[in-house]
């Protein structure tokens, strides 16, 4: 928008990124598997929700909880991840929006709670077949299967992201599949009464809500990896509406399958149940079936949250956020020293338990939705007639609207925080803040080299031109 005030904005929905045209680029397929893993991998990590709230709220939840949060934030990236289909997604959406110090923001807030989800999937993968073997409970065999497991998925996203694509749809079929079958079997068992129970006064909504946000978010760390898709124009959004279907249906069945099959104790509905239940519905054949497919999500979640992450340190350093060489790339064209600071950040965390872990990422994960919502909202008031490949078909107000009902949610996530996660994570947040300063400080003294890539639109250039 060549207004000439030293803040124009430039559309670059028309930019393809020059630096990945020699590698090979992620189709539709893969690309719905990949945000099936960024956002879900299955229903494992869902057993808490009856746990929390009992039967009733639990499918209620994984029906209403998705028309507030997830279709508003899919909406938004597939808009915003058209307009700028580079590494730094939802980083570059607010640098342009709010200022080159709060994409920094964003992007350290939203890197933390990235590394911090990845974290907890060596622990869903471990507590789903401890019962089969005991000893990786606890103790030396435990670490050793966690530093096992993360160094060989963190080669498997150093050898290119075209790999991880059709790994994680096999990895999404074998998973899923279980489930269908867990479905059918259990038919003669189903009561359907058993889905009405609820108590009120029982009710940990600090672990329920956790619990949904947590495995109804993420929607827009596919952004990251908006540069090295296939037409992202019109793959992205096709993309995001196929997993959103994917992910709500592959909720739903299993938590019908499980609450209407097996009479209700809430006590015995946490991490790992659902191979219980397979065992008691089926069989100790289908028990194993579910373990493993356990294992196999866990996976695909780990390889598509790393890629993510990786990608956007990569996304940054390219806007001279980061150290230049954080934009190094490997000759299968991924983000060598990205992947290798998330996996470090994976091990640093993987100590920590399921429900720590969960509140801590999901309190950092708010604070990044607020800015990327008013950055959408800013974008929209500031510069309606930008290129949009992809524009949600509402006018500004109904923009602002879109974003009440998830930012009343973040606020409600908010105050169920406890002492100790807001404590952790204010202190990170406080953290980010004194960095970007910092960072700033080391490039004016020349103790660390950044650049910018030539490549990339400029974002604030005063002689942008306009757009019609």
């Known amino acids: 928008m060549g207004e000439g005030n030293g803040d124009a904005y430039v559309s670059v929905g028309e930019v393809d990124s020059p630096r990945i045209d020699n590698f090979k680029k992620v189709s539709l397929l893969p690309l719905v598997f990949l945000i099936f893993y960024e956002v879900s991998g299955g229903p494992f990590g869902v057993e808490d929700s009856v746990q929390a709230a009992g039967p009733l709220l639990a499918l209620l939840g994984f029906l209403v909880f998705p028309l507030i949060w997830s279709v508003p934030e899919a909406l938004i990236t597939a808009e915003m991840g058209t307009m700028f289909p580079e ?27 990235g590394v911090i989800d990845n974290a907890l999937y060596p622990v869903l993968f471990l507590d789903y077949l401890k019962s089969a073997i005991p000893a990786l409970g606890g103790g030396l065999p435990r670490i050793i299967a966690v530093l096992v497991l993360t160094s060989v998925l963190t080669y498997m996203n150093y050898r290119g992201l075209a790999i991880v694509g059709w790994a994680a749809v096999l990895l999404g079929v074998f998973s899923l599949t279980p489930f269908m079958v867990m479905g059918l079997v259990a038919i003669p068992k189903l009561q359907p009464s058993r889905w009405l129970v609820v108590n009120l006064h029982s009710v940990d909504w600090n672990l329920y809500l956790n619990t949904l946000f947590w495995n109804l978010n993420y929607w827009d760390s596919i952004s990251t990896l908006a540069g090295e898709v296939e037409n992202p124009k019109k793959t992205l959004p096709k993309a995001l509406f196929c997993a959103l279907i994917l992910v709500v249906v592959g909720y739903l069945f299993p ?203 400029d974002l604030h250039g005063a002689n942008q031109g306009s757009v019609n």
């Open 255 to 457: 938590l019908l399958t499980g609450t209407g099959a097996v009479p209700l104790n809430r006590e015995l509905w946490t991490d790992g149940y659902f191979s219980d239940i397979a065992k008691i519905i089926g069989g100790v054949w289908l028990r194993w079936w579910i373990q493993g497919a356990a294992a196999m999500s866990n996976m695909g979640m780990f390889v598509a949250e790393m890629s993510s992450d990786s990608f956007q340190l990569l996304g940054m350093a390219e806007r001279g956020m980061l150290p230049e060489f954080f934009a190094k790339r490997s000759r299968y064209g991924t983000p060598v020293i990205g992947i290798l600071f998330s996996a470090s950040g994976v091990l640093f965390l993987s100590w920590l338990s399921f429900q720590e872990i969960v509140a801590a990422e999901n309190f950092l994960y708010c604070f990044g939705m607020i800015l990327e919502f008013l950055s959408f909202i800013r974008l929209r008031v500031k510069y309606p007639a930008a290129s949009r490949p992809y524009k949600i078909p509402v006018g500004t107000v109904g923009a602002i609207l879109l974003c009440i009902p998830p930012t009343i949610l973040i606020c409600t996530v908010l105050a169920f925080s406890t002492l100790k996660v807001v404590v952790v994570s204010v202190g990170a947040i406080m953290i980010g803040l004194a960095m970007q300063p910092c960072l700033m400080y080391a490039e004016k003294e020349k103790w660390i080299k950044f650049s910018t890539s030539a490549d990339l639109p």
């Open 87 to 113: 590494a730094g997604g939802y980083v570059v959406w607010v640098s342009s929006a709010l200022g080159p110090y709060w994409g920094f923001q964003q992007g350290w807030m939203k890197w933390l709670s």
